[in-house]
């Protein structure tokens, strides 16, 4: 058996999120479905990270093995030819055994983008967040820096969220303003299940003043979801990347090359 590493890049518009699930259109049903072909046996995969409904990615990481002879270039076109538009496979390699896409990964990004203008776009509905708005940056990074650091992020996970412990590292957390865009990027150790639109949610209250910067502060020390105000829509959000001990030889995505705008976005 030989283990294999994929990079995943996908629309979430058309599908109800990465993991698979009966009766409904999801990413990992597509690239698994893509792979078995080129494989000639059936093929699962582990990602890197689960990404809901409507939610997109840039640089997702999955892995597989597989006992046919394969090269990472074989998958990577191979599965391309079968995989519909809105999801690309964007580099392959073959990986030790002992790699894993979730688990041996030590950070992950996320990146949550705002169109903030009076008016919504046609061109981009569905790939960004829309906010009528105007939104003070310095007042959300300012907030933003309280989340940075290892916390209970209680407030910030959905109520719905079964993972075991909601300590979380956030090692960054920046808001930039690029043009008519506002775009936050957090990378943190893990997340949990909708924190990022969460956080995203409470930064954008206070951006447009509705709420004062120490709030973000108030929410996460009360730990409790319903404290944490609206959680922002889905399409705005992007799974960057995921990075992982340099032995493993897995790239990192160069984000910057989409643009909004004409404007990169930051790294």
């Not at 058996?1 to 698979?20: D, I, K, N, P």
């Not at 108030?218 to 032995?247: E, K």
């Amino acid at each position: 058996m030989t283990r294999f590493a994929l990079g995943v890049e996908y629309s979430g518009t058309g599908f109800a999120g990465w993991q698979r699930q009966a009766g409904v259109r999801t990413v990992q049903d597509a690239v698994e479905e893509a792979l078995s072909r080129v494989a000639d046996e059936p093929v699962r995969v582990a990602a890197a990270g689960r990404t809901d409904t409507g939610v997109h990615a840039l640089g997702q990481v999955v892995h597989f093995d597989c006992a046919k002879t394969r090269s990472p270039e074989a998958f990577r076109r191979g599965g391309n030819a079968h995989l519909p538009p809105d999801v690309s496979l964007i580099w392959g390699r073959v990986v030790d055994d002992g790699f894993h896409a979730r688990f041996s990964a030590v950070s992950r990004t996320y990146r949550y983008v705002i169109l903030n203008r009076p008016t919504r776009s046609a061109v981009w509905a569905g790939r960004v967040a829309f906010d009528y708005r105007p939104l003070q940056v310095a007042r959300m990074q300012e907030a933003a820096a309280a989340l940075v650091g290892r916390h209970d992020f209680s407030a910030y996970r959905a109520v719905g969220c079964q993972a075991k412990s909601p300590i979380r590292e956030v090692y960054a957390l920046t808001v930039e303003r690029r043009d008519a865009f506002v775009i936050l990027t957090i990378r943190a150790n893990a997340f949990l299940h909708h924190m990022v639109r969460n956080v995203a949610g409470v930064l954008m209250a206070i951006g447009a003043g509705e709420r004062p910067v120490r709030w973000a502060f108030d929410v996460l020390a009360g730990r409790d979801r319903n404290l944490g105000g609206v959680t922002a829509p889905p399409g705005g959000l992007y799974f960057v990347s995921a990075s992982y001990p340099p032995d493993f030889g897995i790239p990192w995505v160069a984000a910057h090359a989409w643009s909004y705008g004409g404007a990169p976005l930051p790294d």
